[in-house]
């Protein structure tokens, strides 16, 4: 199973999963949230305000890419 990113940035979420029906959801932390199935296998995990929680992330992961993609 491939996992999907998502990001809304209406709503500044970011989801990250994979297939599977939700049948519970488990708030780990303020903002973050993790999705189970019926077996209680994760398949997904949602966090709120992405960009707040992710910012001392997204601008080294960005410059990554970059690099990479200049190779």
């Known amino acids: 199973m491939s996992l999907k990113v998502h990001y809304d940035e209406e709503v500044d979420v970011l989801y990250l999963a994979r297939e599977g029906q939700e049948e519970q959801v488990i708030e780990v932390h303020p903002g973050i949230n993790l999705e ?34 200049s190779r």
């Open 36 to 69: 189970l199935d019926s077996k209680g296998d994760l398949i997904g995990v949602e966090i709120l305000r992405a960009s707040l929680l992710l910012k001392g992330v997204i601008e080294p992961l960005r410059d990554k890419a970059i690099r990479q993609d």
